[in-house]
């Protein structure tokens, strides 16, 4: 037996390191004593993070209390593997920080004969410190919280002065010549620092479990808030492990399309004298030199000249979301090139590339999805970062497939944020009009430019709509409309005299804060920490807060619903799912009617839509008239469930002319 001796806040712990089956035993009676008394903490290392990807090794599973931590080397295999995964099945609670990682690490890799370590096994029975820390406080140390990762939060609970051994570890892997990225796969297993940071990470998870406790009780959280996030957390970890089919074929032929579209708008970049598209110093030398002005704002923390993406838009004319033509001035011919190269490379590096780089052995990828990401709560989904795709981008969404024989089915909200924000705030009017079901934005238009408003009235409608929820002033809206700051400004004290329930609750919410300790409580008891300086941010942070839940409270319904099987990914406001083309319309209406309930007297309205085989085919379209319909020869042509059914797409075509 190795033993490590070593202090947390001046008290005495020890790692142990079994080295044969007298130590496992050890490690046995350990384990039925600790078990007895209530939860153990546990955790995994691995060979990185990429958990699919093929040749991924999971190399200890670490089990502990406050004074004693056993890293058992899953790695060695026979008894070491048996012992560990005898107490994972046995296990009556689990303390993990960060559950889903260690979920999908132990559900992948955690097999032995007749037991596998799944996420329905593991799941009911986890505590997850992560989640705990998110509820009492959900900003990162760069928004002046204390994170929620496990050193930082045992820093502050636990031990301040406890030592950085991710720090250590790193020296090691140097000294080892091995990279930050090789060396959890390459230091050796029996390496004393690598043994002591696998085993103090249960040690501090284990003892972070009970201050928590005590802040949360404190805090006056919902208990029913914390059970709920980890009912939430379970769902989406089963969505990551099923995972979604790429078409590997196309997915090469666009990553290579991507670098010499890279390359073509880089080289036409060199023509203007930028060599580098990433310079910012180059950019704005060139920029200036072809007569661009900067508007006030427009300036870094050091007095720069930005060469952002709000910039290099506004000069190239497009709008920054959709990337479409605004229309309001000539487009810069650099701004437009910078503005290529850089999408094709990033699309490259974020999507294509890692797509192909984290394929596992059966040509699926496995998103992460972080069930409770911002400080809102909203979810992220990362490596691939699939949601910060464009809203309008099919070449991208075109990799990923439904199961062969399915079709995919896209159910999004209707204008969630807006009727969370009519419900929040009982926007008598902005209800009324949800009743009637009118369209939000041209209601507004009419309220506030009369019955004969134009498209650009409702444009202008739609951004101070948004400003309201997501704190966007004057100028962002006179940005994405291309309006006169006189119009909007006008527009924008029209919208409060319409609505003028908003304001109010805005004031009000921002009063209580400065009483309440610069803290926001949303509507299901998430606690929303504000910004002094961005008091008026309380209607955004309320409103996302609870569109968020408004979307975890669905995933639930659908679970109930029994619908989980077909789920692939929450993506913002939306649920994607694969379903059998046969049985698509009756489990698109199945999914909507779990995604529709109603909100303090306002209707949450959920549209399923049915595309082909591809994700894509949901967003290729084309504009017939006055209508946006689906692009039949397009659909034909690129997603494989049309190309076998092209009746289907032109069906599918006509039936959106005649909506």
């Known amino acids: 037996m190795q ?28 384990f039925m004593n600790a078990n007895s008394k209530g939860p153990v903490a546990l955790d995994t290392e691995t060979t990185g993070l990429d958990i699919y990807s093929p040749g991924y090794r999971l190399r200890t599973v670490q089990f502990g209390d ?11 295999g026979g008894a070491f593997a048996e012992y560990a995964a005898r107490a994972l099945q046995h296990g009556n609670r689990f303390q993990i ?3 889903p990682f260690d979920w999908a690490v132990l559900d992948r890799h955690g097999r032995v004969p007749g037991f596998t370590a799944s996420v329905e096994h593991l799941a009911p029975r986890t505590i997850d410190t992560r989640l705990k820390a998110g509820l009492i406080d959900p900003r990162q140390p760069q928004e002046g919280g204390r994170g929620t990762a496990l050193k930082p939060l045992s820093a502050y609970y636990i ?8 720090g250590d570890l790193t020296a090691v892997f140097r000294s080892l010549k091995l990279t930050k990225a090789t060396g959890w796969a390459g230091i050796p297993l029996d390496h004393p620092t690598y043994n002591l940071y696998a085993g103090l990470d249960v040690l501090l998870t284990s003892r972070l479990d009970a201050k928590l406790d005590t802040e949360l009780k404190r805090l006056e959280v919902r208990p029913r808030l914390v059970q709920y996030e980890h009912e939430i957390a379970r769902i989406c970890a089963v969505m990551q492990r099923k995972g979604m089919l790429l078409d590997e074929e196309y997915t090469r032929e666009l990553d290579g399309a991507l670098a010499a579209e890279a390359e073509e708008f880089e080289a036409k970049a060199r023509r203007f004298g930028v060599t580098n598209v990433n310079a910012p110093a180059q950019l704005r030398e060139a920029l200036k030199g072809m007569g661009e002005a900067w508007e006030d704002g427009e300036t870094t923390g050091s007095g720069a000249l930005k060469v952002d993406k709000a910039v290099l838009h506004r000069f190239a004319d497009l709008d920054r979301n959709s990337g479409e033509p605004l229309g309001t001035r000539t487009p810069n011919p650099l701004a437009l090139a910078i503005i290529r190269s850089k999408r094709a490379g990033k699309w490259r590096s974020a999507y ?6 984290t394929m596992d052995s059966d040509g699926r990828v496995h998103p992460f999805i972080n069930s409770m990401q911002a400080r809102t709560g909203r979810m992220s989904v990362t490596r691939p970062a699939l949601q910060t795709l464009p809203s309008g981008d099919h070449k991208i969404r075109r990799c990923l497939l439904a199961e062969p024989g399915e079709v995919m089915i896209s159910t999004d909200f209707a204008a969630v944020e807006l009727r969370v924000l009519a419900a929040l705030a009982d926007v008598k009017q902005m209800k009324r009009a949800i009743a009637a079901n009118e369209d939000l934005h041209s209601f507004t238009a009419r309220m506030v430019f009369g019955p004969d408003f134009t498209d650009k009235h409702r444009k202008i409608s739609k951004g101070i709509a948004f400003g309201k929820v997501y704190g966007g002033g004057a100028r962002t809206i006179q940005r994405q409309t291309g309006a006169p700051m006189e119009e909007v400004r006008a527009a924008m004290a029209a919208y409060d005299r319409v609505y003028p329930e908003v304001r109010r609750m805005s004031n ?17 008891g998430r606690r929303l920490p504000l910004d002094r300086e961005r008091t ?22 659908l679970e109930s619903q029994g619908l989980l099987p077909y789920l692939r990914l929450p993506i913002h406001d939306e649920v994607l799912a694969s379903a059998p083309a046969r049985e698509a319309k009756e489990i698109g209406r199945a999914i909507k009617d779990a995604m529709t309930f109603d909100l303090f007297g306002v209707r949450i309205d959920a549209d399923a839509e049915i595309g082909g085989q591809s994700w894509g085919s949901l967003y290729m379209t084309e504009r017939v008239g006055k209508k946006t319909v ?24 006509n039936a959106g002319l005649a909506a």
């Open 3 to 30: 033993e490590y001796a070593y202090k947390i806040n001046g008290e005495p712990v020890k790692v142990r390191v079994p080295h044969d089956r007298d130590d496992l035993e050890a490690f046995k009676r350990w």
């Open 66 to 76: 406050p004074f004693t931590a056993w890293v058992i080397h899953w790695e060695r």
């Open 97 to 99: 920080h960060n559950a």
């Open 159 to 166: 031990d301040p002065s406890a030592p950085d051994t991710q």
């Open 352 to 357: 294509t590339s890692t797509f192909l780089e």
């Open 508 to 524: 009000r919410w921002q009063r209580e804060a400065y009483e309440t300790g610069m803290v926001h409580v949303s509507v299901t």
């Open 536 to 557: 008026y941010a309380v209607v955004n942070y309320a409103c996302q807060s609870a569109a968020r839940d408004v979307l975890g409270q669905s995933l639930i319904n």
């Open 630 to 653: 689906p692009h039949a020869a397009q659909l034909i042509e690129l997603d494989p469930y049309f190309a076998a059914h092209p009746e289907a797409a032109w069906e599918w075509r």
